[in-house]
């Protein structure tokens, strides 16, 4: 009777051993530690992304170009019609916020990505999730929007900490 209870101890400790193992195998250990993150979580590798300078000037010339001759017709068509200088003021920053909102959700991406490009890697391997918090932001502003995606992306980054995992928006 006793040695069955052996047994069945050894047996029990042997696959709890087992599942451990296979659980350590299976999940990467998430530290607060750039070295230790690029030997146990080897899916965060360092992504260094190009970034083409001159298709950024060229879109930044185009946007200033159109809403600059925009500007001027909306000028042209008030002064038609009789509006006041302060009217014309009004429409005109409208004008202007309306085309940065349609351009902040690039802006943003540009940034991270400048970040991405130009961060320490000691400050970007201390990330603990997959995708990283950066790449994350990304995604969630491409599938949110601004609002939503930056909300999202704050939120993000107040939980990253200890244990980490992987978590997409």
């Known amino acids: 009777m006793q040695r069955r209870r052996h047994c069945f101890a050894f047996f029990f400790a042997t696959i709890t051993l087992k599942v451990l193992e ?3 195998n299976e999940l990467p250990v998430y530290e607060n530690n750039p070295i230790a993150n690029k030997l146990n979580a080897p899916e965060n590798k360092l992504f260094r992304p190009t970034i083409l300078w001159k298709k ?10 159109v809403t600059t001759l925009c500007s001027i017709v909306i000028k042209k068509i008030i002064d038609i019609s009789g509006y006041s200088a302060c009217k014309t003021i009004y429409i005109y920053f409208f004008l202007q916020s309306l085309v940065i909102i349609i351009y902040l959700k690039n802006i943003l991406i540009l940034l991270i990505r400048i970040y991405q490009k130009y961060a320490r890697s000691e400050t970007r391997l201390r990330c603990l999730y997959t995708p990283s918090c950066s790449e994350y932001a990304i995604l969630a502003l491409k599938k949110y929007g601004v609002f939503i995606g930056v909300i999202k992306a704050i939120g993000r980054l107040r939980r990253c900490k200890p244990p980490g995992g992987i978590d997409y928006p």
């Open 56 to 65: 950024i000037l060229l879109l930044t010339i185009i946007i200033v170009v």
């Open 22 to 24: 296979m659980i350590d």
